[in-house]
C-alpha cells in the first residue's frame, strides 16, 4: 500500500522561504509519477509542480515558476518542494501526490495523496 506523508510546512513572511518534503512508502519513489498541489481557502485544488514518471525535468505551474524548485532524492524516497520568494497567495495547503502511469498536471489522474501540510505567508 503507497502513502505519502508530507512535511515542513509553517507560518514564513512574504518573502520567504520554505521547503516542503513528501515521503513516500510502499514503493521506490521513481516507479510513480509525482505531483505538488495545493488548495488555498475557498478554492479549489490546483497543480504546483510535477514529475512524469522516469521523465529528469519538473513541470511548474506558471505562477510559481522562478520561484519553486522540485527534486526527489530516491535513496531516500522523497520528493522536496522548494519555495522562495513566498508571496500572500501562496498560502494553501498543499499535497503531494503519486500514481504509477505516466500523468502530469491532472488531478483526476493521481491515485495516492498525502494528508497535507499547512503552508500560511503572512506578514
Known amino acids: 500500500q503507497v502513502q505519502l506523508v508530507e512535511s515542513g510546512g509553517g507560518v514564513v513572511q512574504p518573502g520567504g522561504s520554505l521547503r516542503l518534503s513528501c515521503s513516500l512508502s510502499g514503493g521506490p519513489l521513481n516507479y510513480y509519477s509525482l505531483g505538488w498541489f495545493r488548495q488555498a481557502p475557498g478554492k479549489e485544488r490546483e497543480w504546483v509542480a510535477c514529475?512524469?514518471?522516469?521523465?529528469?525535468?519538473?513541470l511548474y505551474a506558471d505562477s510559481v515558476k522562478g520561484r519553486f524548485t522540485v527534486s526527489r532524492d530516491s535513496a531516500q524516497n522523497t520528493m522536496y518542494l522548494q519555495m522562495d520568494n513566498l508571496k500572500p497567495e501562496d498560502t494553501a495547503v498543499y499535497y503531494c501526490a503519486a500514481d504509477p502511469a505516466w500523468v502530469c498536471r491532472v488531478i483526476s489522474n493521481y491515485s495516492y495523496w498525502g494528508h497535507g501540510t499547512l503552508v500560511t505567508v503572512s506578514s
Open positions: 514529475f512524469t514518471k522516469q521523465e529528469t525535468d519538473p
